[in-house]
Nanobody, 124 residues
């Protein structure tokens, strides 16, 4: 049974930082692309960042580039999203997702097979 669990969300002031974690059980991130998505109330879910299975490439939405960093640890059971200089527009539910589809569009939800339930980020 595959399960992805996000953690690390919370409430911060504008300009603050948070580190989100995505842990996998019954599943290894090794060999799989992992992405972070977010959804604000009343808005569509959007891709925030992704890291390829080889860790060779990372992708970021223009709105978070240079402020957010995606990384993964060995032995490939956790993926992180380091978020700095948080702004009100960064608030929302953050989800991690994993997939193997090739070729892929990193920000396309349908290119991911498994999803977590999300962790809430509030910026005031």
């Amino acid at each position: 049974h595959v399960q992805l669990v996000e953690s690390g969300g919370g409430s911060v002031q504008a300009g603050g930082s948070l580190r989100l974690s995505c842990a996998a059980s019954g599943y290894s991130f090794g060999g799989r692309r992992v992405g972070w998505f977010r959804q604000a109330p009343g808005k569509a879910r959007e891709g925030v960042a992704a890291i390829t299975r080889s860790n060779a490439y990372t992708y970021y939405a223009a709105s978070v580039k240079d402020r957010f960093t995606i990384s993964r640890e060995k032995p490939m059971t956790s993926v992180y999203l380091e978020m700095t200089e948080l702004q009100a527009e960064d608030a929302g539910m953050y989800y991690c997702a994993a997939g193997q589809k090739w070729p892929f569009t990193w920000s396309l939800q349908f290119d991911y097979d498994y999803w977590g339930r999300g962790t809430q980020v509030t910026v005031s």
